[in-house]
């Protein structure tokens, strides 16, 4: 069964570092995608063009701005259903995802490269790559610490509106390309096992990101899941995270410019130094004035009192005294 809808992939991507330049810019609070993978154990079934693993579809955190998601199926295919630089990467893990209230489906699409080093996604790889069933069998992985956080990379994501071509299908999901320069990886033996038990995907229509418009159909996420895998606190260094979508017009397309997806900034005059220096000589005077009201004044007023009253007893007995003396004649 393949997706109806016409926006959907696999995608053509003729140059994935124009796309980071060009994309429509989104920060990690309006793109939030959390993970957090539990060990579980795996089975793996040869279906012929690619590997279904079937692990991990519950007791995970996975959420993208917020909503809860749940992992319906893990496929890996080698070489890549997608074009990350206008070519095939050796291979590629896509996981799909369902269930969020804001995006229905999200589909996770990770390119693959080999290597000779050992790392977490070649360790994840190894568990599998010398038992690799034939068609329409399967082997069971019954390992610990088997998690699907040791294939997620770290890094930024472009995020595409739509879907692959085939189910979970959804025109208003997203998919989420990572980065090729951060591709997980894979020992070059288990790579080579794997291909020989699969046969390559035929796949006559990719839908095409070549030119700048194209570019700017996609939202790119710099900062993506480059902290590594876990729950995040909505409350960061004291201020609430605020969750939003990016805003898309009746084609599903998102709004890369315009009023309707951005804010002008008013202009403010520059002041000469004349104003300047005027203001500056008003602040200075109101600042001695204040003080002197509500600091000087209340200080200095009860001492002020005092010396009026002793003043005041002094002068008294002068004004009193001498009531027998001579009066002074008026003229």
Same mark, same amino acid.
């Given at each position: ?141 019954? !390992? ?7 294939? *997620? =990379? ?6 595409? /509106?739509? +879907? ?123 600042? !001695? ?7 000087? *004044? =209340? ?6 009192? /005092?010396? +009026? ?23």
């Amino acid at each position: 069964m393949s997706c109806k809808h016409e926006n959907k992939g696999p995608l053509h991507i003729k140059n994935f570092r124009e796309l980071k330049q060009q994309a429509t810019p989104c920060n990690n609070n309006i793109c939030e995608f959390v993970y957090n993978f539990s060990n579980c154990h795996c089975i793996i079934t040869n279906k012929s063009t690619y590997l279904d693993i079937n692990c991990c579809k519950n007791n995970n955190t996975l959420t993208y701005n917020g909503s809860q998601l749940r992992v319906e199926r893990v496929k890996l295919y080698l070489p890549s259903l997608n074009y990350y630089n206008d070519g095939e990467s050796q291979g590629e893990l896509i996981i799909y995802c369902s269930g969020g209230m804001q995006k229905p489906t999200v589909v996770l699409c990770i390119p693959m490269k080999t290597t000779l080093s050992s790392t977490k996604s070649t360790k994840w790889f190894s568990k599998f790559g010398g038992h690799v069933p034939n068609k329409n069998q399967s082997h069971q992985v019954n !390992v610990q610490n088997y998690t699907l956080n040791d294939v *997620i =990379p770290q890094c930024g994501f472009g995020i595409f /509106n739509g +879907s692959m071509h085939e189910p979970p299908c959804h025109s208003k999901g997203i998919m989420l390309l990572f980065d090729p320069e951060y591709s997980i990886q894979i020992l070059q033996t288990d790579f080579d096992n794997i291909k020989k038990k699969l046969t390559s995907p035929t796949i006559l229509n990719r839908y095409p990101i070549k030119k700048s418009a194209h570019y700017k159909e996609l939202v790119w996420n710099s900062v993506g899941t480059s902290g590594g895998y876990g729950t995040v606190s909505k409350k960061q260094g004291g201020k609430w995270k605020l969750t939003c979508n990016p805003i898309v017009d009746q084609n599903n397309k998102y709004l890369a410019g315009g009023p309707r997806s951005s804010f002008v900034t008013p202009k403010i005059p520059e002041l000469s130094e004349k104003t300047k220096t005027i203001l500056i000589i008003v602040g200075v005077v109101m600042g !001695v004035l204040l003080l002197g009201w509500y600091v000087i *004044i =209340p200080y200095a007023k009860p001492a002020w009192d /005092n010396v +009026s009253r002793r003043f005041k007893k002094k002068k008294e007995p002068a004004a009193t005294t001498g009531g027998g003396g001579r009066k002074r004649r008026r003229r």
